[in-house]
């Protein structure tokens, strides 16, 4: 079957680096993505990985490594508005995305 | 309209009842999608429509039925509503497939009692 795994939930301290972690069992992979959801509201887009390595973009990057099926967001300097849940999701070889149940991150002042 | 609405806001149904949730989008985006989404659950696909015309079934899409006569809309229908499809509803849309960025609506938050 197809899987991905996400933390449940995260605990960070406001100003620090957090870094969530997904890993994926799918059939296939043509790109990999990180939703952010803050509680009541729809997901928007953060990332999109389809190749080894980091995407850099302001305090959120995002790496990718295919041959282990992983993939981590590391969120930097973080801020109280960073709270929320994290959402990793992995199209497959079929072209559907498959979304993990998501991280949601608390942050502490 | 700026991106994709969606109507109700919230919604509580007697079991039984018909619903329609409705979508609108106005970026002339090809490919609309229906999620739900439960506690604990993440995202799961209902129904998807790749272009006008065309609708698949997703991992969920039982009770549930969609049609997309045209490009801007995508009707989500509970033809007799049943309690376990109490759920925070999500309609979003890509440019062409689900290799693109999704863009989500506000969703619906539905009760059936």
Known sequence: GQNIDQPTEMTATEGAIVQINCTYQTSGFNGLFWYQQHAGEAPTFLSYNVLDGLEEKGRFSSFLSRSKGYSYLLLKELQMKDSASYLCAVTDSNYQLIWGAGTKLIIKP | ?113
Not at chain 2, 7 to 23: E, N
Not at chain 2, 94 to 112: A, C, I, N, W
């Open chain 2, 1 to 113: 309209i700026a991106g994709i609405t969606q109507a109700p806001t919230s919604q509580i149904l007697a079991a039984g009842r018909r619903m329609t949730l409705r979508c609108t989008q106005d970026m002339r985006h090809n490919a609309m999608y229906w999620y739900r989404q439960d506690l604990g659950l993440g995202l799961r696909l209902i129904h998807y429509s790749n272009t006008a015309g065309t609708t698949g079934k997703g991992e969920v899409p039982d009770g549930y039925s969609v049609s997309r006569a045209n490009t801007d809309d995508f009707p989500l229908t509970l033809a007799s509503a049943v309690p376990s499809q109490t759920s925070v509803y999500f309609c979003a849309s890509s440019e062409k497939s689900q290799t693109d960025t999704q863009y989500f609506g506000p969703g619906t938050r539905l009760t059936v009692l």
